[in-house]
């Protein structure tokens, strides 16, 4: 397992964008295929985008496509989420996962998009 570190949520408006960042503790991300999820109280978590171990795979959710962008630098041991035109239905804790043994999550970062 390894210990996730997320930064970057914030506060912003309908039509503004965020990065989030997901970095590791301890141990280097470069193993593993990196996920992003969010959840909003009360509802299932959902898969958000996923990044292979090199970055050259992407893959995201119907919701997002075309407006996150999921990438990871291998130099900073850092994985992103660039979020573009951001809807208030985007609104969720966004957190971070790594394919380990058992999964590793970040602790969680507050998105929160106004209308």
């Known amino acids: 397992q390894v210990q996730l570190v997320e930064s970057g949520g914030g506060l912003v408006q309908a039509g503004g964008s965020l990065r989030l960042s997901c970095a590791a503790s301890?141990?280097?991300?470069?193993?593993?295929?990196m996920r992003w999820y969010r959840q909003v109280p009360g509802k299932e978590r959902e898969f958000v985008a996923l990044?292979?171990?090199?970055?050259?795979?992407?893959s995201y959710a119907d919701s997002v496509k075309g407006r996150f962008t999921v990438s990871r630098d291998s130099a900073k041991d850092t994985v992103y989420l660039q979020m573009n035109s951001l809807k208030p239905e985007d609104t969720a804790i966004y957190y971070c996962?790594?394919?380990?043994?058992?999964?590793?999550w970040g602790q969680g970062s507050q998105v929160t998009v106004s209308s």
């Open positions: 996962n790594a394919d380990s043994y058992p999964p590793s």
């Open positions: 301890g141990r280097t991300l470069s193993s593993y295929i």
């Open positions: 990044v292979g171990r090199r970055g050259r795979i992407t």
